[in-house]
Nanobody, 124 residues
């Protein structure tokens, strides 16, 4: 079974940076798009960023625009999230997702592969 695995989470101070990585274990996924979602305590899981290989576009939530950068390698089913100028409100479990079908970049249900999540904690 193909699985996505995230890494790079941790504890940082406000204003610091982290770089999250996500890669497929086993065989690569011929994905249309990959993305990052996050879930803070007591909150619903929300869209953070996505990269659409087919459309050649990247997308960001307004809350992270200008601070986070998504990049990746479609051939390796790998995606990264460079997180700069981190804020306490960025604290959440970050999930990597991929889809090998058409869909909407922001819609969680359109993704059909998911990672286990990695914790990001930003202290004030």
């Amino acid at each position: 079974q193909v699985q996505l695995v995230e890494s790079g989470g941790g504890l940082v101070q406000a204003g610091g940076s982290l770089r999250l990585s996500c890669a497929a274990s086993g065989r690569a996924i011929s994905s249309y798009a990959m993305g990052w979602f996050r879930q803070a305590p007591g909150q619903e899981r929300e869209f953070v960023a996505a990269i659409s290989w087919n459309a050649g576009r990247t997308y960001y939530a307004d809350s992270v625009k200008g601070r986070f950068t998504i990049s990746g390698d479609n051939a390796k089913s790998t995606v990264y999230l460079q997180m700069n100028s981190l804020r306490p409100e960025d604290t959440a479990i970050y999930y990597c997702a991929a889809r090998n079908r058409s869909g909407r970049y922001y819609q969680q249900n359109d993704y059909n592969y998911w990672g286990q999540g990695t914790q990001v904690t930003v202290s004030s």
